[in-house]
C-alpha cells in the first residue's frame, strides 16, 4: 500500500508547487476527503469532467451555506446572489442567454485591433522602463494593462476611474479563498459594497446617455423586459465581468511567461514560428492553471462510480473541491504532462471549467493572450527575468505571481 498523501493546502510549500501533491493524490487517492474544507477533494480529469457535466451537481444549493452565516456579510452576499457562478438553472439559463445577447462574437472580433494595439504599447512600456531602470515588473507594467483596459472598454468604464478596478477585485476575490482571514473578509465586503455601489451610478449614468458599451447594453435589456434581468442581477454581472474578465488573463500571463523562461527551447520554438502561438496559449493555461479549483455541491443524493472503479455514495448537500489544475496534468489525458509542450495538440484542458458555468469570456481570453504573448516576443526578444526564483502569492483558488521581474539578456 502506497502512504496516504498529506493534503495540506495551507502548507507554504504546497502552495508554491501543489503539482507533486496532486499527483500523488491522483494515484493514490484521487477522491480524498479534506475535513477542514467539508469537501472531498477530486483530482483526476475524469472524474472532474464527469461531476463538471452533471446536472445532479451544481455551485449553489438552497439551505447549504458555503460560507458560515455571518450577518456583516450582507453586501456581499447581497451582490453574490445575482452573479451567473452563484445561480443554477433556470435562472442560469435566462441570465446566460441575456448576456451572449449583448457580448457576441462579433463584439469580441471587434475588439482584435485595440488589444493588439495595447499589447504593443505596453510591451514598448516594459522596455522602456527596463531601458530606465535595468529592470522591470512584467505583471505590473505590462500583463494588467492589457485585460483591466479591455475590460474597462468593454464594460464603458470611464479613463478617469479605471485604476479603482483591480482593488475592488483584488478585495473581492480573497472571500472566494478558503484560507482566508476576517480581515481578509471584512476587505472584501467592503470592496463589493464599493463596487456595487459604483456599477450602480454608471448604470443609471448609462441610462440618460447610453453608449456602444457593455452595461448599456445590460441596461437596455432591463428597459425593454425588466423580468429578463433585475437591477441586482445586471450590477453583480457587471461586477463579475470586471473580476473574471482581467483576474485569469493576468495570471496566466504572469504564469505562462514564467513557464517560456523555464523552457528555453520551447520559448525559441515560439519565437521562430508565431503559427504555433494559439497552442502555446492552451499549454501555459494547461499547464500552470490559474483558477486551481471550484466547488460544487450534490444538489440531491448521488451514487457515483469513480475513474478508479470505486462506487461512493454522497448525500444531497455535499461539497467537492474540483482540481482543474490536477485535471490538467493527469497522465491518463495529457501524454507527459509536466512537459511544457508549445506544440501539444489535442490539449482538452478545464482551465475554463465545463458544462454550464463554462467560461463566457475564453474567446475574449484567447485573444488577448496570443496578441499579448506575441508582442512581447516580437518587441523584446531578448527578454530575460531578472531573479533566479519566483513567489507564488499564497492562495489555493487563484494561482499567481506576487511579480515577475524582467530585465534584458
Ligand atoms: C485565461 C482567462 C480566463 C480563465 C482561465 C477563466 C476561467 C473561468 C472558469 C474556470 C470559469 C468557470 C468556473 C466554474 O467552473 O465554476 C469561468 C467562468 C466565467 N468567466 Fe472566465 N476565465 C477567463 C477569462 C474570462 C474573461 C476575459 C471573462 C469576461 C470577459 C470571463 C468571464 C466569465 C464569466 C462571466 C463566468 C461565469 C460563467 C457562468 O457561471 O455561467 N472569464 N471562467
Redesign the pocket.
Given at each position: 500500500m502506497p502512504d496516504p498523501v498529506t493534503f495540506r493546502p495551507d502548507d507554504p510549500a504546497f502552495l508554491h508547487d501543489p503539482y507533486p501533491t496532486y499527483r500523488q493524490l491522483r494515484e493514490t487517492d484521487p477522491v480524498h476527503f479534506h475535513a477542514p474544507w467539508n469537501a472531498w477533494v477530486v483530482t483526476r480529469y475524469r472524474d472532474v469532467d464527469a461531476l463538471?457535466r452533471d446536472k445532479r451537481l451544481g455551485?449553489v444549493m438552497d439551505g447549504v451555506e458555503k460560507r458560515p452565516a455571518n450577518p456583516d456579510h450582507a453586501p456581499f452576499d447581497r451582490i453574490q446572489a445575482g452573479?451567473?457562478?452563484?445561480?443554477e438553472p433556470p435562472d442560469?439559463t435566462r441570465?446566460?442567454t441575456a448576456?451572449h445577447e449583448v457580448?457576441t462574437p462579433k463584439h469580441v472580433r471587434a475588439l482584435g485591433e485595440r488589444i493588439e494595439a495595447l499589447a504593443a504599447r505596453q510591451a514598448d512600456a516594459l522596455a522602456a522602463r527596463i531601458e530606465e531602470d535595468g529592470r522591470a515588473d512584467l505583471i505590473r507594467v505590462f500583463a494588467e494593462p492589457i485585460?483591466v483596459t479591455?475590460?474597462a472598454d468593454?464594460l464603458g468604464v470611464p479613463e478617469a476611474d479605471r485604476h479603482r478596478l483591480l482593488p475592488w477585485s483584488k478585495g473581492i476575490i480573497q472571500m472566494f479563498e478558503p484560507e482566508r482571514t476576517p480581515e481578509q473578509e471584512r476587505e472584501a465586503v467592503d470592496a463589493a459594497r464599493d463596487f456595487a455601489a459604483y456599477v450602480r451610478w454608471l448604470a443609471a449614468r448609462k441610462m440618460e446617455a447610453p453608449a456602444d458599451d457593455l452595461i448599456s447594453r445590460m441596461v437596455g435589456v432591463r428597459e425593454d423586459d425588466p423580468e429578463r434581468l433585475s437591477e441586482d442581477e445586471m450590477v453583480a454581472?457587471a461586477i463579475?465581468?470586471l473580476n473574471?474578465?482581467?483576474?485569469?488573463?493576468v495570471?496566466?500571463l504572469g504564469n505562462g511567461v514564467k513557464a517560456l523562461f523555464e523552457h528555453p527551447e520551447a520559448r525559441a520554438a515560439l519565437q521562430d514560428d508565431r503559427e504555433l502561438l494559439p497552442r502555446a496559449v492552451e499549454e501555459m493555461?494547461r499547464f500552470d492553471?490559474?483558477?486551481q479549483f471550484?466547488?460544487?455541491f450534490a444538489l440531491e443524493d448521488l451514487t457515483v462510480t469513480g475513474d478508479d472503479g470505486v462506487e461512493r455514495h454522497f448525500e444531497a448537500g455535499t461539497k467537492f473541491a474540483?482540481y482543474?489544475a490536477s485535471a490538467n496534468h493527469d497522465a491518463a489525458v495529457f501524454e507527459a504532462p509536466e512537459r511544457f509542450d508549445v506544440r501539444r495538440h489535442p490539449n482538452p484542458h478545464?482551465?475554463?471549467?465545463?458544462?454550464?458555468?463554462?467560461?463566457?469570456?475564453?474567446p475574449?481570453?484567447?485573444l488577448?493572450?496570443t496578441r499579448a504573448v506575441d508582442a512581447l516576443l516580437t518587441r523584446l526578444p531578448d527578454l530575460a527575468p531578472a531573479e533566479s526564483t519566483y513567489a507564488y502569492v499564497p492562495k489555493n483558488v487563484f494561482r499567481y505571481l506576487e511579480a515577475l521581474p524582467v530585465g534584458r539578456a
Open positions: 463538471l455551485r452573479s451567473l457562478l452563484e445561480i442560469h441570465i446566460k448576456v457580448f485585460p479591455v475590460i468593454l454581472n463579475l465581468f473574471a474578465g482581467h483576474e485569469a488573463v495570471n496566466v493555461m492553471t490559474p483558477l471550484f466547488e460544487r474540483l482543474y478545464v482551465a475554463f471549467g465545463l458544462g454550464v458555468h463554462y467560461c463566457i469570456g475564453a475574449l481570453a484567447r488577448e493572450l
